[in-house]
Structures are given as C-alpha cells and as structure tokens.
C-alpha cells in the first residue's frame, strides 16, 4: 500500500491546516527506457567480445614467442628433432637434441595415468550422483575436490617415497609374469620404482578429482523426466543409469577426460621428482625412465643462459603447447560427436 506524503500549508490562527498531497513522481518514457537498455547491451557485447579477443591474441602471441625462440636453434640442431633420443646441448656449436623419448615418456605417462583414473572417477561420479544419500554426497564430493588443492610437490613427495615402495611388490609381479607383454618387460632402469608406471600412478591420483567433478555435475543434470520414465517401465537403478543418466553424460564424461589428460600432459613437479632419468632409449615398457616435455624443462632452467642451447628446450615447450592443442580439439570433436550423435 503506497504511502502519501502529506504537507500542511499554513493558515490563519484558530483555522485547520489545510492537507495539500504530494506530486507523484513523472514517469520514465518508453523511449529513453529502450535507449538506455541498447546502451548497456552495446557496452556488455563490447565487453565480451573484447574479453574473448582477448584470450586468442595471448594465446597466438605465446605460440608465435615459442616458434620465434626456437627456429634458431632448430636451425642449428644436427640430429633429427623429431626420431633422434638424445638431447645435448652442453656444446652451443654442436647442438644435438630430439623430441622421440620425450614424446614417448609424456605420452605413455599421461595414457596410463587416463587409463587408471577414468574408470575409478566414473564409478565415484554415478555413486555420487545415484547410490550416496544427500547426507554423505555432499561430504564426500568435497574431500574428494580437495584432492585438487594439494600441491604438486607433495604429490611427488607422496609419490616416490610412500607409493613407490608400497606398489613395488605389483610392478615386480607384472614384470615377472607379464613381462611377456612389451608393457611389462624390463626397463632401461635397473630397479622398478620410479618408473612411468609409479608416475602414471601417481598423475592418476593428480587428474582424478577432475574427472570426477566434471562428470559429477554432467550427470547430475539428467532430465528427471527421462529418470521418472525409465522408472515408471519399471527399470532397476542399473539400467536407469545405463539407458538415461550415462547416455545423457557420455560427452560431458570425455570432455572431463580430455580435461584431465591435458593436466597429466602438462605436469611438473611430481613427475619431476617421481620418474627416475634415464640416459638409455625408451623400450616403449611402463618400467623405463627418463624425462617429459614439462619434467626435461624444470630439470634445466637454471641453465637458461645461452640463445641456442635455451631455444632447444623452448622448442620441446612448443610441441607440448601444441600437443595440448591437439588433446583439446580432439576432445571437442569426440564431444560434439557424442552430442550430435
């Protein structure tokens, strides 16, 4: 109920106030209503646009710093940069480096680590979003994102001293009863921790609450009226999960995938520290050593003095920025296929 405000004008002695009520307030034409709302519309799409131009030229600006900053030194290698498993660049004038093993040794590291991870964050996932009561989901969901907040270097820490010892006994076991499969024979290492397989362990742990929150939250937008349908035909809690909630978060499920392997790719620290080096090739087994794109880097920087030797490791960068580039695309292309599909 809107309020009068209320004035009194004055008047002659012994006589009553006399009540004169207030103006309303005029209202606001259409017209300038409407240019006033253009006007914040024009101001909000110059704001977007300007932030997503934004994002491309940094992103193009640092791919065109990597190629700048490596063709020198590309020009000056003497081994094939793409099959040659060495990478020495002690001597400025004799440059000598390739990307083989390190491609192999980040590839082998992140797949396996994908491999361990996607399986365990789906069933998190779907329990999470299906089996746990609200009193337990909520809880768990968050110890489980915490798991992201933990630094890399403890991860690493963690790693080498606590897991390697732990899963020695598994890797020592598969190298003598499976090391008839080229995954599990015998390495360039002469022990079995520290290896790609304890590293893969290790960035499975890392991506995991990734995964999971990713597709936790795919799953939870199923459209109830394909759950009450499944139900309603009399369908277990199984089967709703397989014809509605997977089919329905199949692509947000690879997109978080994707997600975490470029996260495996572009690790540090942890594999830094967890994967022994290795001065001997890649035998293409999980119980090899040596070094990742992101691990040689880091091992190095302190000896970023001289152009040439420098803009060798600045070209191993470009590759991964490209790798991840090419993770990304392909997990957009297997998403928006799941979704056209």
Known sequence: MSERIEQRAPGSEGEEDQIVPSPSPVPEPPERKARSSRRGESVFRFLASGSGVLVVAAVALIGLFLLIQAVPSLMANNANFFTSPEFSTGDENNLSFGIRDLFLVTVF?????????????????????NY??????????????LLAAVPSIIYGLWGILVLAPAIEPIARWLNTDLGWIFLFRTGNLPVLSGTIFTGGVVLAVMILPIITAVSREVFAQTPRFQIEAAKALGATRWEVIRMATLPYGRSGYIAGSMLGLGRALGETIAVLIVIRASTSPMTFSLFDGGYTFASLIASAASEFSQPLPTGAYISAGLVLFVLTFVVNALARVIAGGKVNG
Request: glycine letters at 2%; zero cysteines; hydrophobic letters at 65%.
């Open 109 to 129: 590291s992140s797949v396996f680590a994908l491999v361990l991870a996607m399986p365990v964050a789906l069933g998190v996932a779907l329990f999470l979003t």
């Open 132 to 145: 746990a009561p609200r009193q337990l989901s909520r809880p768990f969901a968050y110890v489980v994102d």
